[in-house]
C-alpha cells in the first residue's frame, strides 16, 4: 500500500508543483544514474531539495532512491516517522556516534543496487549559501570505491521554501547534474574533487560560485 501512496504523492503533488509553480529547469539529466548502486551528491538550502532529486526520477525508480536523512530528527515522532519511511523513503542515519560503524546501512543499501540521496552539508543553510561538506561522503565512497558518485547542484529551492518557512514561494529553480566519479584514493583528494565539480556546476548555471 505504501508503494502506490508514494507514487501517488509524487505523481499528483510533487510533480505539478515542481513543473507549475516553481518552473524547474534541469540540466545534465544525462548524468544521473540509470541504475544502482550509485551515491547522488547535492547541495541542500530546503526540504525541497529531497522531493526534487527524487522527482528527477521516473516513479517505477522511486522504490530504489534512498535519501539519507537524520534519524534524531525525521523519526523523532510517528506521523513524521511514517511519513519519511514510507512516502519520502528515507534511509535514517543514526547521528553522534552509537553505532561500531554508522554506515552500516548505507553500504548494505548499495550492495542491493539503491540509489542513495546524500546532503554532505548536513542540515539545511541559509538560502542559497552553503556550507563546508563533511566527509561521511568520502568514508562510504572509500568503503564502496566502485559506486560512482553523481554531483548535483540545485539552485533556488532556498528561496522557494527556506529553512523555517511553512509556505512556499513561486521562485524559478534550477537542478544540474555533472557527470559522475569514483574514489580517490585518499579522503582529502576526494573531497577537493566533489568541491571542484560543485564549483564547476554552479559555475555552468551562471550561478555566484561561494566562498
Known amino acids: 500500500m505504501s508503494r502506490y501512496l508514494r507514487i501517488a504523492f509524487f505523481a499528483i503533488i510533487v510533480r505539478p508543483i515542481l513543473l507549475i509553480v516553481l ?10 544514474p540509470k541504475t544502482g548502486p550509485a551515491i547522488i551528491v547535492a547541495n541542500h538550502n530546503s526540504h525541497l531539495d529531497t ?22 530528527y525525521f523519526l523523532s515522532n510517528k506521523l513524521l516517522a511514517w511519513f519519511a519511511l514510507n512516502i519520502i523513503g528515507i534511509l535514517p542515519l543514526e547521528r553522534g556516534g ?8 548505507l553500504e548494505a543499501a548499495l550492495d542491493r543496487g539503491e540509489i542513495l540521496i546524500l546532503f554532505p552539508e548536513g542540515s539545511r543553510g541559509e538560502p542559497e549559501q552553503r556550507a563546508d561538506f563533511k566527509r561521511g561522503v568520502a568514508f562510504l565512497a572509500r568503503a564502496r570505491p566502485q559506486t560512482p558518485v553523481h554531483p548535483v547542484f540545485i539552485h533556488g529551492l ?8 511553512a509556505i512556499l514561494v513561486p521562485f524559478n529553480c534550477d537542478v544540474i547534474a555533472g557527470a559522475p566519479f569514483q574514489w580517490q584514493g585518499k579522503a582529502p ?3 577537493e574533487a566533489l568541491e571542484t565539480q560543485m564549483t564547476m556546476l554552479a559555475g555552468q548555471g551562471q550561478f555566484q560560485p561561494w566562498d
Not at 23 to 32: D, T
Open 158 to 165: 532556498g528561496k522557494a521554501l527556506p529553512k523555517g518557512s
Open 23 to 32: 518552473g524547474m529547469n534541469v540540466r545534465g539529466r544525462e548524468h544521473l
Open 189 to 191: 583528494e576526494f573531497m
Open 51 to 72: 522531493l526534487t532529486l527524487l522527482a528527477l526520477f521516473p516513479l517505477r525508480d522511486l522504490p530504489r532512491l534512498r535519501p539519507v536523512a537524520a534519524a534524531d
Open 98 to 105: 552509537v553505532k561500531k560503524n554508522p554506515l552500516a546501512d
